[in-house]
């Protein structure tokens, strides 16, 4: 129940491309969903969030899609960018404690 | 830079050993978390602190401990060490607590053990 299943693994996008990211949940008590950008190195950093009372948030490029009644949520990259390359981590939440996906490592060519 | 330091940056050591990983969070930032990431079991979350007090935990094992000091820096021990217990452990912090505020990540302390 605590599971946050995220696909794909990895995912190949060419410049100016669109990328996605699927993550599903099973605890309907989660109630923050976050998108972290890992580079190698580096500690992750929160890149967008939505809570449960919106389908859809945009910033710049990164939209996130959530389906609650499907318990699902996904990030769309548009207009993809090689400084883009990064692993993305889903992430599920009830009061701060942050139940992360498996990771998906993101390479855009140019 | 997110505010949040962290050292070592890396450490080696034994098996059997005892290692602290320490935390300094965000000026301002009360809550300190931390999260060990490994290759087989993801970024898992460890323990939360808030103001001094332990607030929430996840998977820890009982061979690792954190406190959270009066000046808000933030300790994880890790004792009698395994082979499996190599992996990046990162101290994030956040101004309060309950309300699923911004975690921001540390550099992270890369533990190696021999």
């Known amino acids: 129940q605590q599971q946050v299943k995220q696909s794909p693994q990895s995912l190949i996008v060419q410049k100016g491309g669109i990328s996605i990211i699927n993550c599903a949940y099973e605890?309907?008590?989660?109630?923050?969903f976050p998108w972290y950008q890992q580079f190698p190195g580096k500690g992750p950093a929160l890149l967008i969030a939505?809570?449960?009372?919106?389908s859809e948030k945009k910033e710049g490029r990164f939209t996130i899609s959530f389906n609650k009644s499907a318990k699902q949520f996904s990030l769309h990259i548009m207009d993809s960018q090689p400084g883009d390359s990064a692993t993305y981590f889903c992430a599920a939440s009830k009061t701060d404690k942050l139940i992360f996906g498996t990771g998906t490592r993101l390479q855009v060519f140019p | 830079d997110s505010g949040v330091t962290q050292t070592p940056k890396h450490l080696i050591t034994a098996t059997g050993q005892r290692v602290t990983l320490r935390c300094s969070p965000r000026?301002?930032?009360?809550?300190v978390y931390w999260y060990q990431q490994s290759l087989d079991q993801g970024l898992q979350f460890l323990i939360h602190?808030?103001?001094?007090?332990?607030?929430a935990k996840g998977n820890i094992l009982e061979r690792f401990s954190a406190q959270q000091f009066p000046d808000l820096h933030s300790e994880l021990n890790l004792s009698s060490l395994e082979l499996g217990d190599s992996a990046l452990y990162f101290c994030?912090?956040?101004?309060?607590?309950?309300?699923?505020?911004?975690?921001?990540f540390g550099p992270g302390t890369r533990l190696t053990v021999l």
């Open positions: 994030a912090s956040s101004v309060v607590w309950g309300l699923n505020s911004e975690q921001f």
């Open positions: 939505i809570r449960p009372d919106v």
């Open positions: 605890n309907t008590a989660f109630d923050y």
């Open positions: 602190y808030y103001n001094g007090e332990e607030r």
């Open positions: 000026s301002g930032d009360l809550s």
